[in-house]
């Protein structure tokens, strides 16, 4: 696929790997070329922020440096330094993927698409990342931003929320990837996306304005072409950190599978008519008392959204099926997922917070 003149193609390739050689932001995983630690940067930058990931990627790294650390390593641990981070079937099946590398592949990452791509966890963009950063090889590594990018650039209006036009993006990336310098080619796309070609665009900052037909014709505002999502299911739940009379509070460990699956939490439920005391009664079979209100609060997942009333109480009951009481060292210990520990932070401010 030809997309410029064979020239400018050359051109546009010098311009924006120049522009990326020269104006990269500091990040840790671009002072390395270990494999399995852009790896590992690849999976946590998934739907989170560069900055939001840095001190993650630097504990993660530091506890966890070799691929063996990780594979022998119990899940819970791996979830703890995940915790915050969000999305946790990422760390999961990132554990997964490597222990695979250890155990079928003899410590050493696949370096071709086809083998990469069997690993637990990889996909497409993954496998393209670390194949041209890590390897140097040249393969696509199409996400949001380079949809964005492109789009722009050669004028493809293609609705980008559906997934087959992916496949047309890695095919253009393909056409255009730089042969001798795959890594920062896909990494400048990248950059140029997360900083300039932004869903604002900077077009007057743009190392690549002079080949872009959106520029030119006006259209930069106009592109990506993506669809609206399906409105999320908004969830109204209470969540109640109970404590007993020896200090200890109430928690249980989510299912193996599912929704924040393994993460401790307090007890939680979907709202229903009554007040919190009649809830706590007919869900769990406790008598609470002391309730105090802690803090409200919205969480949003990729396909649904909490409504979030919390509170903390006293019971002298013992713990229903399926959950324990445990010290606050040991709650402060384990991994939880964000409202839980937004919830726990309110309680650590509470008069109710006894070690």
């Known amino acids: 696929m030809q997309l410029f003149e064979r020239k400018h193609e ?187 070609c932004t869903p604002r665009p900077k077009c007057l900052l743009c190392p690549v304005r002079d080949f872009c037909a959106a520029f030119h014709e006006g259209r930069q505002d106009e592109l990506p072409v993506k669809s609206k999502k399906v409105k999320t299911k908004t969830v109204p739940v209470s969540s109640i950190a109970i404590r007993n009379i020896d200090g200890e509070w109430l928690l249980r460990q989510r299912p193996s599978k599912g929704l924040l699956a393994n993460m401790w939490e307090f007890p939680m439920v979907e709202n229903t008519s009554g007040s919190i005391e009649e809830i706590v009664k007919a869900e769990l079979d406790l008598d609470v008392r002391s309730i105090t209100p802690l803090t409200d609060f919205r969480h949003v997942f990729s396909h649904l959204t909490w409504e979030v009333r919390s509170y903390s109480a006293v019971t002298e009951d013992r713990p229903p099926e399926g959950f324990e009481f445990f010290s606050a060292e040991e709650v402060e210990a384990m991994p939880k997922a964000v409202p839980v520990i937004r919830i726990w932070d309110e309680v650590k401010k509470s008069k109710d917070y006894l070690k």
């Open 10 to 196: 050359s051109e546009f390739r010098k311009a924006l790997i120049t522009w990326y050689l020269e104006e990269k932001r500091d990040l840790p995983w671009r002072r390395t070329s270990n494999p399995y630690h852009i790896w590992i940067s690849e999976v946590m930058l998934q739907q989170t922020r560069v900055e939001t990931v840095i001190p993650y990627y630097e504990r993660f790294i530091e506890k966890f440096p070799t691929l063996a650390d990780l594979a022998a390593a119990k899940e819970e641990e791996v979830l703890k330094l995940w915790e915050g981070l969000g999305y946790y079937s990422r760390a999961r099946n990132l554990q997964s993927g490597v222990k695979e590398v250890v155990e079928d592949y003899g410590s050493r990452i696949p370096e071709n698409r086809k083998e990469i791509s069997k690993l637990k966890g990889v996909g497409p963009y993954t496998a393209g990342a670390v194949l041209s950063i890590a390897f140097g090889i040249p393969e696509h590594a199409v996400d949001g931003n380079v949809m964005r990018v492109l789009s722009r650039i050669l004028l493809i209006d293609e609705d980008i929320a559906i997934p087959k036009t992916r496949k047309l993006f890695e095919e253009v990336v393909m056409a255009l990837i730089d042969k001798e310098d795959p890594s920062s080619f896909n990494q400048g796309l990248m950059e140029l996306g997360a900083t300039i």
